[in-house]
């Protein structure tokens, strides 16, 4: 998938040491996805190298490229699954 990234998800990679490569898996072969509340398209894939915790990634697609907005593990998406 063709994307960039927001400045806040440039941020967040950083500031809470997530892999790019993470986030590339999550997007491209997501355990699951969504159309939020906010008509952007959430990916979720449990990441095994970091304990199985789920990795939440948002992207907006209405844009070109698309845009990843955020980034974080989802404490509360182990429960929804």
Known sequence: MDFKLSAHTQDMLKEREIPEEWMRRTIDKSD???IGEDNNIHYFKSIA????RILHVVV?????PKKV???????RARRQK
């Open 32 to 34: 699951w996805k969504n």
């Open 49 to 52: 190298e970091h304990e199985g």
């Open 60 to 64: 907006n697609p209405h844009v070109s």
């Open 69 to 75: 907005v955020t980034i974080f593990f989802d404490r």
